[in-house]
């Protein structure tokens, strides 16, 4: 964990951007918008808790349960009935953010073990970088190549190759963002239910990641919703509602996997923080949980048509091609035959003070044989029109730069 990691690397320009150089024109890192409507309903609702003082007390004098808090859980579980999943409180644990999630769930399922070293199986590049670096022991992670469908001219999908998932004894679990951080892709539910299916067939959950998607912040098409199942595992976070400084996320799992982490917890933690169970219980019982999840997705809208409308009026002159942006908040430029590595245009574009993410660190290690995988940028849409206009200018302006020297 102390070795150099990508995702440290992007939490340093996070932290810059954010709160030291508020010049730096930020279309890195996954920082939601700050949107003015949901943070009207954070004010209230936090307003209303600290006017409550035997709750003040509970709130800031009492450690909860190793699973969480014990009048959030029925409440979320009601809601989640809600939805379609089939849970009660015994399959829910509330966690210190989704990182720590998948922190503990990596290393109870993947990593050194009696049988031997068990792999985490991302189906399907590129992946969330921060699953790096997680694994005590040395990452243990076996990675497939999508298949890549060119849609237009300037418009691209990557595709589950299912030939290449290739699962043994040795494999302690799949795994999948979805939204997908960082391309936007939304995977086909077909596909999500064949992966549930192969993984069932060899005994290992199949953890998915929820950060983006259904039932919140929900920034994807309704009609793809995921729907937990028993066997699975799903990663819920609070950050993507516009929360990530409470750093809140809920594991949904089958009731024994669901206690180990919850033991795990008291271990490392000994419990989640009290603040964000306590909005997040307010947001629920009050329905103001299902007004979050309308107005943020129609936030993102116009922010996502913007970028590509700059990117595609920027660009004409050079091979590009943008993933199709089905949900979460980034859009995922591929630049055919870059003649420089993401990370060397990374770099230029950090001195001309606009930070994007590389997308080398985003495909684990493939990207040492697999150019496609030297050629991509990730771009957050959550800053203000002007910022990303300013931005997509200065990008392309060093991409056209680098593709006019190499002729």
């Known amino acids: 964990?102390?070795?150099?990691?990508?995702?440290?690397?992007?939490?340093?320009?996070?932290?810059?951007?954010?709160?030291?150089?508020?010049?730096?024109?930020?279309?890195?890192?996954?920082?939601?918008?700050?949107?003015?409507?949901?943070?009207?309903?954070?004010?209230?609702?936090?307003?209303?808790?600290?006017?409550?003082?035997?709750?003040?007390?509970?709130?800031?004098?009492?450690y909860q349960s190793p699973q969480g808090s014990e009048s959030l859980?029925?409440?979320?579980?009601?809601?989640?009935?809600?939805?379609?999943?089939?849970?009660s409180a015994k399959n829910l644990v509330v966690v210190n953010g989704g990182q720590s999630a998948f922190n503990r769930l990596f290393n109870l399922l993947g990593g050194p073990s009696v049988k031997g070293t068990q792999r985490i199986h991302l189906p399907m590049l590129p992946e969330y970088v921060g699953y790096r670096g997680q694994m005590i022991g040395g990452d243990a992670f076996a990675v497939s190549r999508p298949i890549i469908a060119l849609e237009s001219e300037h418009r691209f999908r990557y595709k589950l190759d299912r030939s290449a998932l290739v699962l043994d004894e040795h494999s302690g679990a799949l795994c999948l963002s979805r939204p997908t951080n960082p391309s936007a892709n939304v995977v086909d539910l077909e596909d999500v239910r064949w992966l549930e299916g192969e993984a069932k067939r060899w005994g290992i959950p199949m953890l998915v990641d929820c950060a983006y998607g259904a039932p919140f912040p929900n920034i994807?098409?309704?009609?793809?919703?995921?729907?937990?199942?028993?066997?699975?595992?799903?990663?819920?976070?609070?950050?993507?509602?516009?929360?990530?400084?409470?750093?809140?996320?809920?594991v949904v799992a089958d009731e024994e996997l669901a206690s180990l982490l919850a033991h795990v917890g008291a271990v490392e933690n000994l419990a989640s923080g009290n603040t964000g169970p306590l909005l997040l219980e307010s947001l629920i019982a009050s329905?103001?949980?299902?007004?979050?999840?309308?107005?943020?997705?129609?936030?993102?809208?116009?922010?996502?048509k913007l970028m590509l409308a700059l990117l595609d009026e920027h660009l004409q002159d050079v091979p590009y091609r943008i993933h199709g942006a089905d949900g979460a908040f980034f859009v995922w430029l591929w630049l055919p035959n870059l003649p420089v590595s993401a990370k060397v245009l990374y770099q230029r574009l950090k001195a001309r003070n606009v930070l994007v993410m590389a997308g080398n660190d985003f495909f684990f290690g493939e990207e040492a044989?697999?150019?496609?995988?030297?050629?991509?940028?990730?771009?957050n849409i959550c800053q203000s029109d002007q910022a990303m206009a300013e931005a997509v200018a200065i990008i392309a302006s060093e991409i056209k730069a680098l593709y006019s020297k190499a002729k």
């Open 1 to 62: 964990m102390a070795a150099p990691s990508a995702i440290a690397e992007l939490m340093r320009d996070l932290g810059e951007a954010l709160n030291t150089n508020p010049d730096l024109l930020f279309l890195g890192g996954g920082n939601p918008a700050l949107i003015p409507e949901a943070g009207d309903i954070f004010s209230r609702h936090l307003q209303a808790l600290l006017n409550d003082k035997a709750l003040v007390q509970r709130w800031l004098g009492v």
């Open 73 to 87: 859980l029925p409440l979320l579980s009601q809601y989640l009935q809600d939805q379609g999943w089939p849970v």
């Open 220 to 250: 994807m098409a309704p009609s793809q919703a995921y729907r937990w199942r028993p066997g699975s595992v799903a990663v819920l976070s609070a950050s993507k509602l516009g929360l990530p400084g409470l750093r809140t996320a809920v």
């Open 287 to 304: 329905g103001d949980i299902h007004r979050l999840t309308q107005l943020i997705p129609e936030y993102y809208q116009p922010k996502r």
């Open 369 to 379: 044989s697999w150019q496609h995988a030297r050629e991509c940028l990730r771009l």
